[in-house]
């Protein structure tokens, strides 16, 4: 045995001494879980979309890292046109994809990769369309398949997207991960081989990082991409050390095995802001947290009741027992980093007198029964929805509101609150593009009324206005537009409007031009190490 | 012997069965839909989702979709992932060797500590070791494994800085999967340090794993080992002047070990279970981890595969158990 140990010991002493003079800098990150696989357009998940979209692919345009502004990438630049219905996009010459295990490519990025990348979304007929069980989520989710009539080229770098409505946030929408550009090339050649899969699988793409490796659960290791567009980046390996605790991310971080770790726990947060080796970064998330009111039910239908409950809820003493100091209070649907919020919106304050004379002015001076639902699980813009019910429970009794708590299986959930069977429920949001129409038209326009609007709230002044703003491409008119919209959100009050919550990303002092995204994703371009 | 081994394997055909039966009706009596999971709070058309459904097959009548799924298991087909859409074999054949190695070490360091302790404990009965043995290896049976890991980790990896915290080998190696055991993969790598990196991550999970089995070990080899330390023979063994060592190590040992390779039989089951805990601390990439988060996502496929890949390894080795003291005891082969 003893021979044995002094062997070990030599070994880990040569294994150190091998370890030192490595040359390639190599940034290791502590990511949470699996990607799901290796094309964005596929899944909606942030940890799918950090390890692919994030690192592997670009997209015509994107937003500049760490902030919602859209910034030309594959795309140099672009026209719409009178109309709102063509968007004129002039492509970037010289581009490379990845040279990877399974494929070289022979030519540089062209129109085709473009069409290809979205038609295969679009096209129900495209030879791509149902490989790999393609649903495309946010595809549909973003409503392309009705926004979209074509997307066709003149030349091979010049593409044109042709709307059947005008929709001014299309140009958010390309910068988001499902729009991440593949190669036609290696599409078509697997589909000469008949291995259509693969692309999915073994992904090809233009942007800054190229996949080596991947290991369910363990690893996925990149390596610079050297013809990199943008220039080579400056880490020359990336490693995702796949890491579901999160307490064990903040081991293996404080013990300098990973020097980015996500999703911390919100307990450790005091000491990781202590830690001379770690840097605490923080941002406002691009999220709403809030409490929808059954607008179809009685006696929400009324909004003397809605603004009732909006003044009987203590909303300080939740955001201080349930955030933790990670949220904001929110008073409006879209959070303060998105543009044309409006900050001289006045919120109800806690008043339950307020309240108690609303309700009978309503007709209900004894008070009604009903119930919140609270979701089972952990969301970013809510850490523990079922103990936030217990404190509304609670507050509303106050008033005369006697509140049952309901609880289903996440899934279950979801699909009820879909077909409206709450009266009032808990939820959130976290923004996909930085435009104020993915909050508003998503969550409070008529068209959603059945679907992701949980208020079923359908009110034709506040719509009309999210309309108009669609069809302008002019942001000082829709600003205008969006800042009204949200005066008569609050005086109508579908909602009570719980909190935006703070995101947090600890990463090693070593670490140098970390950004924090505000859609929550993780950036390695631009990132690098010091000695 | 041939009847024996018939009996014990006709035995096993309704216990696939049940399994798979079983699997199949109990992730989809739990609430959840597997497709509304994966749009989350976005959620897709009423249209989109029925389309989805129609593809995965999730349309059809219960008892169609588990006659089509007990069909494709007989031709070798566990389906795929609904989530990666990859094939339940293919994924659970990449992660199965992770749990292979990490079992393996944890039940050798069980045995090697277990054995020995629970033998030194029966010889010395009422000695102060004999106490610590039995006090500890109760604390060790009742201990929650996630906190025993957590600690482990916060004092030999972060404190003290001995052993790595998580994962199954340093970032800086980029090591190929050839027959997936890292252990052996390292040393066909030819990579230096990378053999000594791995038995390192090894060690804590190791220990974590192998906690309850050893606990479990030593004090079933201690009581068996009390009883047959009563018997006669041994003590007409004794009387004729064999020395001490001999009695324990040859007369009493070999019939001491019967209930306890039992024992260890039954120990596979509880660090397959074990292990679902311990790889998601020690960020172990092996079906524990797989298995849980695909009952998360409602993947069916891969939870039915995945259940039925692990109960058949737990029945092919208590069969292998059953036979193999079958083998070493003729009396429990010619009863009946």
Same mark, same amino acid.
């Given at each position: 045995m003893k021979p044995m140990l002094r062997g070990l010991a030599l070994g880990a002493a040569v294994t150190f001494a091998l370890a030192a003079p490595v040359a390639a800098k190599t940034l290791v990150y502590c990511s949470e879980g699996s990607p799901e696989g290796f094309n964005p357009s596929l899944y909606t998940s942030g940890t799918t979309f950090d390890a692919?979209?994030?690192? %592997?692919y670009n997209r015509l345009v994107e937003f500049e890292r760490g902030t919602t502004k859209i910034v030309p990438a594959l795309a140099e630049s672009w026209e719409v046109s009178d109309d709102g219905l063509v968007y004129t996009f002039h492509l970037r010459k010289g581009v490379k994809f990845h040279t990877t295990k399974g494929f070289t490519p022979t030519r540089d990025f062209n129109a085709d990769d473009v069409l290809y990348s979205f038609n295969r979304q679009l096209q129900k007929d495209h030879p791509y369309y149902n490989v790999s069980g393609g649903a495309y989520e946010y595809f549909n989710g973003m409503d392309m398949p009705n926004l979209l009539k074509s997307v066709t080229k003149t030349d091979d770098y010049t593409v044109l997207f042709t709307l059947n409505v005008p929709e001014a946030p299309m140009i958010s929408n390309l910068g988001m991960d499902f729009a991440s550009i593949l190669s036609a090339e290696y599409a078509d050649r697997m589909l000469t081989a008949g291995n259509t899969e693969k692309v999915d699988l073994d992904p090809v793409g233009t942007g800054p990082f190229q996949l080596v490796a991947y290991q369910k659960d363990a690893f996925i290791r990149y390596q610079a991409?050297? !013809? =990199?567009? $943008?220039?080579? $980046? $400056? %880490?020359?390996k990336l490693v995702f050390a796949i890491t579901p605790d999160p307490a064990v991310r903040y081991a293996k971080l404080k013990a300098g095995e990973c020097q980015v770790m996500t999703y911390p726990n919100p307990a450790d947060l005091d000491a990781m802001a202590k830690d001379p080796d770690i840097t605490l970064l923080r941002q406002e998330g691009l999220n709403v947290g809030y409490l929808a009111f059954n607008t179809e039910k009685k006696p929400f239908d009324d909004k003397r009741v809605r603004q009732a409950i909006n003044y009987a809820i203590d909303k300080q003493a939740i955001i201080d027992a %349930? =955030?933790?100091? $990670?949220g904001k209070a929110a008073k409006n649907p879209i959070p303060p980093t998105i543009w044309s919020y409006n900050d001289d919106v006045k919120d109800y304050p806690y008043d339950p007198e307020k309240a108690k004379a609303l309700l009978a002015e309503a007709g209900l001076a004894g008070g009604f029964e009903t119930d919140i639902w609270a979701m089972p699980v952990q969301r970013p813009y809510n850490p523990n929805a079922r103990r936030m019910a217990e404190m509304m429970q609670a507050d509303l009794a106050k008033v005369g509101i006697k509140v049952k708590i309901v609880t289903f299986e996440w899934g279950e959930y979801l699909k009820r609150s879909k077909a409206g069977e709450h009266e009032m429920i808990l939820l959130g949001w976290t923004g996909d593009n930085g435009d104020p129409d993915n909050f508003l038209y998503v969550l409070l326009g008529c068209a959603a009324a059945t679907g992701t609007n949980r208020a079923r709230w359908c009110y034709k002044p506040f719509d009309d206005l999210l309309v108009q703003a669609k069809q302008s491409s002019d942001v000082a008119k829709r600003t205008a537009l969006y800042k009204k919209a949200q005066l008569i959100f609050k005086e109508e009050a579908p909602w009570f409007t719980i909190a935006h919550s703070v995101v947090f990303k600890p990463v090693r002092k070593? #670490? #140098? !031009?970390f950004l924090i995204d505000p859609f929550g994703g993780m950036m390695f371009y631009g990132v690098d190490l010091k000695e | 012997m041939l009847q024996f081994l018939l009996r014990r394997v006709s035995l096993v055909i309704p216990t696939f069965f049940g399994v798979t039966l079983l699997t199949f009706a109990l992730i989809r009596l739990i609430p959840g839909d597997p497709i509304e999971l994966l749009a989350g709070e976005r959620s897709l058309t009423p249209e989109r989702h029925a389309e989805m459904k129609a593809r995965l097959g999730l349309d059809k009548p219960m008892l169609v979709q588990y006659g089509i799924y007990i069909v494709d298991v007989f031709q070798g087909d566990l389906g795929k992932s609904i989530?990666?859409?990859?094939?339940v074999l293919s994924e659970f054949s990449t992660l199965f060797p992770a749990t292979i190695e990490l079992s393996i070490c944890a039940l050798i360091l069980a045995l090697a500590v277990g054995l020995p302790a629970g033998i030194l404990a029966a010889v010395r009965r009422g000695s102060v070791f004999d106490h610590s043995v039995m006090g500890l290896s109760l604390t060790g049976y009742s201990m929650p494994i996630f906190w025993w890991g957590l600690l482990l980790i916060l004092l030999f990896s972060v404190d003290l800085g001995w052993t790595p915290v998580s994962g199954r080998i340093s970032a800086l190696f980029w090591i190929e999967p050839v027959t997936g055991f890292m252990l052996i993969d390292t040393l066909l790598a030819d990579e230096p340090g990378a053999f000594t990196s791995a038995v390192r991550h090894l060690i804590l999970p190791s220990i974590v794993l192998g906690t309850i089995p050893l606990a479990v070990i030593a004090r079933m080899t201690r009581s068996s080992m009390l009883e047959v330390l009563g018997e006669d023979y041994v003590r007409t063994a004794r009387a004729k002047g064999v020395s001490p060592l001999q009695v324990v190590a040859v007369h009493a040992l070999r019939n001491a070990l019967i209930p306890v390779i039992t024992v260890i039989g039954l120990q596979v089951g509880v660090l397959l279970s074990g292990a679902i805990l311990t790889e998601t601390i020690f960020a172990w990439p092996g079906i524990g981890k797989w298995l849980i988060e695909s009952i998360a996502r409602r993947d069916y496929p891969s939870v039915q595969g995945g259940v039925l890949l692990v109960a058949t390894v737990v029945i092919t080795v208590n069969l292998i158990v059953d036979l193999l003291y079958g083998f070493i005891n003729p009396r429990i082969r010619h009863a009946r």
């Open positions: 692919t979209s994030r690192q %592997i991409h050297p !013809d =990199y567009w $943008a220039g080579k $980046a $400056a %880490i020359d %349930i =955030y933790l100091g $990670a070593e #670490v #140098v !031009d | 989530v990666t859409r990859e094939p």
